[in-house]
Nanobody, 114 residues
Framework: QVQLVESGGGLVQPGGSLRLSCAAS????????MGWYRQAPGKQRELVAA???????NYADSVKGRFTIPRDNAKNPVYLQMNSLKPGDTAVYYC????????WGQGTQVTVSS
């Protein structure tokens, strides 16, 4: 089993930045990929960004050029650096780990509003 705990969410003005953190514990040796997802009210959960243990990254088109998973953080914890935030980025952000199974964190709220 793997336990994931997200932190770093909050209220930020449009154009601002936040850095989310996902700390894994338990059977972390089995993890070979981690990702960030988000779910806005009334919408489906969607992939934001992901990184493999080898450092390969993948980003949703809507966040390319604004969000980054630092490559040196392909291990634990994993961060999501979010810049130039927009109101449309408002959502609950979840961390997901994969490798022999899938595990989710409890989520952290990000609100972008003036």
């Amino acid at each position: 089993q793997v336990q994931l705990v997200e932190s770093g969410g909050g209220l930020v003005q449009p154009g601002g930045s936040l850095r989310l953190s996902c700390a894994a514990s338990g059977s972390i040796f089995s993890i070979n990929a981690m990702g960030w997802y988000r779910q806005a009210p009334g919408k489906q959960r969607e992939l934001v960004a992901a990184i493999t243990s080898g450092g390969s990254t993948n980003y949703a088109d809507s966040v390319k050029g604004r969000f980054t998973i630092p490559r040196d953080n392909a291990k634990n914890p994993v961060y999501l650096q979010m810049n130039s935030l927009k109101p449309g980025d408002t959502a609950v952000y979840y961390c997901k780990a994969g490798g022999g199974g899938f595990w989710w964190g409890q989520g952290t709220q990000v609100t972008v509003s003036s």
